[in-house]
């Protein structure tokens, strides 16, 4: 539990990115759903999964490499980022394996439908609206409509976001960027001196 409290405000940055991301996109969602008549829905949704994901690396990138300054890099372990996404990210995470759960408690009974029906549904809306609202114009462009998405989509659909998490956190305890790969120089000077203003 030592990595989560040296991390709390990286926690509490996971969790703000991923409400603030559901809300873009779920404006994002109803622009391209009014505007566009419903086209072109998945274009938004991928928008808000770029943006979601680019946040997410950016905040555990940072994290990582703020760790592995005067710290042993050998303690340093690559599920230590997986560790901070799932604190940051628990209650989003909750509603959605919730939502998975009681989909298999369904049932036609009256009893079902004023009990396990009632809460499936406000936690399979909460994920469509306000966790995981990222991924539903891809869903929904998928299945036809938001009533026949399957939970279990948006459970698979926290797993992006958990691995780049995690990949970010050690890439950072490791001073490694990604543009490096792509052959674009990072010119450290610049950054120290950007960092001091």
């Not at 005067?70 to 799932?86: A, P, S, V």
């Not at 891809?138 to 279990?152: A, C, E, H, K, R």
């Not at 976001?161 to 990949?167: A, M, R």
């Amino acid at each position: 539990m030592n990595i989560i409290k040296s991390n709390m405000s990286y926690v509490l940055k996971i969790f703000i990115n991923h409400f603030v991301s559901a809300i873009y996109s779920l404006i994002l969602f109803m622009v391209f759903s009014v505007a566009l008549g419903g086209k072109l829905v998945i274009l938004g949704s991928i928008i808000s999964i770029a943006f979601y994901l680019f946040l997410i690396y950016s905040f555990m990138w940072e994290a990582g490499a703020k760790r592995a300054v005067g710290y042993n890099l050998r303690k340093i372990k690559i599920f230590d980022g997986t560790l901070i996404m799932l604190v940051g990210g628990l209650p989003f995470y909750l509603t959605t394996v919730f939502s998975c759960i009681l989909w298999f408690f369904k049932t036609d009974s009256t009893f079902a439908e004023l009990t396990v029906d009632v809460v499936y549904r406000v936690l399979f809306y909460v994920n469509v609206f306000f966790s995981q609202c990222m991924y539903s114009g891809l869903f929904t462009s998928i299945f036809g409509s938001i009533p026949d998405v399957l939970p279990f989509f948006y459970l698979f659909s926290l797993i992006p976001g958990i691995l780049v998490g995690t990949l970010a956190y050690f890439f950072g305890s490791k001073s490694f960027r990604l543009r490096t790969i792509f052959g674009i120089k990072y010119n450290e000077e610049k950054e120290k001196i950007k960092n001091n203003y």
